[in-house]
């Protein structure tokens, strides 16, 4: 008889331990005409850069911006599509943050494969990661969903005020180039079914085709009752091993090969809305 | 100096010889009211599959349907959402071309870096490839664009009548459990910018939610001044192993560090319209 324990019966079987919620703190809503995106940040690997986020949402940056670019199997990218709107107390530059010191092995579930980008990959708190030993770095890395800090040449010349979502296969050659701040937790397809920008790089030529953003808060600064309630998996369990061997040996009667292999950036992380 | 050669340079560097045509006999069209999705056929990779294809397009089959799935950061899906169509000579049943002997090296540009889901990949006539030395097959890969053939749970249930094409990060663990039968080489961006379906991994619901297919002919029936005149960047040149370089080590102004390596689905393979 066929064991084999999917996905679906580990999340089935999940009890609530199984799961966090995400920090309203650090948890932006951005609000577009069909719906909210949900991005949760990662501070502890961009400190300097969630901080300058933070002020920008603080003082209403984002509010009537609007997504600026998509560029197929790549980037969305939103901001201030004329590059003038003023900033209160946000910082013009924020050195970048490609790269931060780890403390502690104790918040790592390294995954068993091997992966050509970096020594090492794995979760840490819900976010899929990567680190050298050697040079005791880690970063977040550019999967799926993944939000990161656009800049010009100099490493120093991004700032938050525009921002991406990754929507195309992980160019996982950004890693350590640019600063990711955080992920998509909820609402991915909004930004990934816009329609592609027809000038050089996906950008969006005329004001028609953007997508306005009504704003973006906090959710720590929205009314409870206003919150998108989500819990994510957490990747620090048994369970969540399971489900990574889940995935790389997957089973059940519509599988005929099993890889024995998964690569980083298609491990699932599940996110559930709470009724 | 800097002597970094782009991808950039080395396409406007290149030269007719670089690039081929693709073949109208095995290249369709799939129309719709947003634009025409360019599919090129691989039937050295499935020939049976490909076939009946080619005999449903032939039958007029696709014609008047509709997509019918669009599931986030994974596939579009068309074919007859009533699953009523009637065959006219198309089998119903093919059997299923996980993998196929290959015959020679001679075609076959290895990627020099590691692959987790595959002993060696690479590029065979401008398609993403994998292959075991040992078994001595090949396969076509799930990488962005790859057109494959929806089944059931049997493996011979497929026929081509509903396809799909990958339009999120890699679903390599499909590989060698599914027909791949070509990929998307124009126009893929109608397909992953559609809305995505609220159904179960992403099937619409309602007849209003799914984008009709105008019609799906060969290139060949096509008149030629109505054909879209495309050519791909040839694999088997030594400008493409410097574009794969270019691009395991990318420099200019704007990197500062270098993965030194590139994954498969990776790999650029441009497709350039002929004025």
């Given at each position: 008889?066929?064991?084999?324990?999917?996905?679906?019966?580990?999340?089935?079987?999940?009890?609530?331990?199984?799961?966090?919620?995400?920090?309203?703190?650090?948890?932006?809503?951005?609000?577009?005409?069909?719906?909210?995106?949900?991005?949760?940040?990662?501070?502890?690997?961009?400190?300097?850069?969630?901080?300058?986020?933070?002020?920008l949402v603080k003082e209403?940056?984002?509010?009537?911006?609007?997504?600026?670019?998509?560029?197929?199997?790549?980037?969305?990218?939103?901001?201030?599509?004329?590059?003038?709107?003023?900033?209160?107390?946000?910082?013009?530059?924020?050195?970048?943050?490609?790269?931060?010191?780890?403390?502690?092995?104790?918040?790592?579930?390294?995954?068993?494969?091997?992966?050509?980008?970096?020594?090492?990959?794995?979760h840490v708190n819900g976010?899929?990661?990567?680190?050298?030993?050697?040079?005791?770095?880690?970063?977040?890395?550019?999967?799926?969903?993944?939000?990161?800090?656009?800049?010009?040449?100099?490493?120093?010349?991004?700032?938050?005020?525009?921002?991406?979502a990754v929507i195309g296969?992980?160019?996982?050659?950004?890693?350590?180039?640019?600063?990711?701040?955080?992920?998509?937790?909820?609402?991915?397809?909004?930004?990934?079914?816009?329609?592609?920008?027809?000038?050089?790089?996906?950008?969006?030529?005329?004001?028609?085709?953007?997508?306005?953003?009504?704003?973006?808060?906090?959710?720590?600064?929205?009314?409870?009752?206003?919150?998108?309630?989500?819990?994510?998996?957490?990747?620090?369990?048994?369970?969540?091993?399971?489900?990574?061997?889940?995935?790389?040996?997957?089973?059940?009667?519509?599988?005929?090969?099993?890889?024995?292999?998964?690569?980083?950036?298609?491990?699932?992380?599940?996110?559930?809305?709470?009724?």
């Amino acid at each position: 008889m066929h064991t084999y324990r999917s996905m679906g019966d580990i999340l089935n079987q999940s009890k609530a331990e199984d799961w966090r919620a995400l920090d309203p703190a650090n948890t932006l809503y951005l609000e577009t005409e069909k719906g909210r995106v949900v991005i949760e940040l990662a501070p502890e690997f961009a400190p300097k850069n969630v901080a300058n986020i933070r002020a920008l949402v603080k003082e209403g940056y984002f509010d009537g911006l609007a997504m600026i670019r998509s560029h197929d199997n790549y980037v969305a990218q939103w901001g201030d599509p004329n590059e003038k709107r003023e900033f209160k107390k946000a910082a013009k530059k924020v050195d970048g943050e490609f790269t931060v010191k780890f403390k502690s092995d104790a918040s790592f579930t390294r995954l068993p494969d091997s992966d050509g980008y970096a020594p090492q990959v794995g979760h840490v708190n819900g976010f899929p990661v990567a680190r050298d030993p050697k040079t005791q770095t880690t970063w977040l890395t550019h999967c799926y969903g993944a939000v990161g800090v656009a800049r010009g040449n100099e490493t120093d010349s991004g700032n938050g005020s525009s921002l991406y979502a990754v929507i195309g296969h992980a160019p996982r050659h950004l890693d350590r180039n640019i600063t990711v701040v955080g992920r998509v937790m909820f609402g991915i397809e909004l930004l990934a079914s816009l329609p592609r920008g027809k000038a050089p790089l996906g950008f969006y030529e005329t004001e028609e085709e953007r997508t306005p953003i009504k704003s973006v808060r906090l959710a720590a600064d929205v009314l409870e009752s206003d919150r998108t309630k989500l819990v994510v998996f957490r990747t620090d369990t048994a369970n969540f091993q399971a489900l990574i061997e889940a995935q790389r040996n997957r089973g059940g009667e519509w599988y005929k090969f099993a890889a024995n292999h998964i690569e980083l950036c298609n491990v699932p992380i599940p996110v559930r809305l709470i009724p």
